[in-house]
């Protein structure tokens, strides 16, 4: 079976920082990219950024303007995000997902594109940030 899990959501002050983490098993990691998106109260799920794992490949969404990092660890097939300098409207249910090969990353715009092109996705973890 496919998993990917969340982890290293919590609560963080205003210019604070927390590194996420999604372990994926049940797939063949360099074959697929692996995307972070994000979903706050009320909103639609937006994609944050991606790579792609076959050549490292990055994707950022415009919106994080330098604040966030995507990296990972292949050995391990961890993907992590590191947010830093958090603002309160990072305050979201972040997931992440993969999708096979590198066109559906390739072709998002920066963040991944929409939600639906992405085949399998973590339970996500909750990241809130006080003002």
């Known amino acids: 079976d496919v998993r990917l899990v969340e982890s290293g959501g919590g609560l963080a002050q205003a210019g604070g920082s927390l590194t996420l983490s999604c372990v994926v098993s049940g797939i063949t990691f360099y074959d697929y990219a692996v995307g972070w998106f994000r979903q706050a109260p009320g909103k639609e799920r937006e994609g944050v950024s991606c790579i792609v794992n076959e050549d490292a490949t990055i994707y950022y969404a415009d919106f994080v303007k330098g604040r966030f990092t995507i990296s990972t660890n292949n050995a391990e097939s961890t993907v992590y995000l590191h947010l830093n300098n958090l603002e309160p409207e990072d305050t979201a249910v972040y997931y992440c997902?993969?999708?096979?090969?590198?066109?559906?990353?390739?072709?998002?715009?920066?963040?991944?594109?929409?939600?639906?092109?992405?085949?399998?996705w973590g339970q996500g973890t909750q990241v809130t940030v006080a003002s």
């Open positions: 997902a993969a999708t096979w090969g590198r066109t559906v990353a390739e072709n998002g715009g920066g963040g991944g594109g929409s939600s639906v092109d992405w085949d399998y």
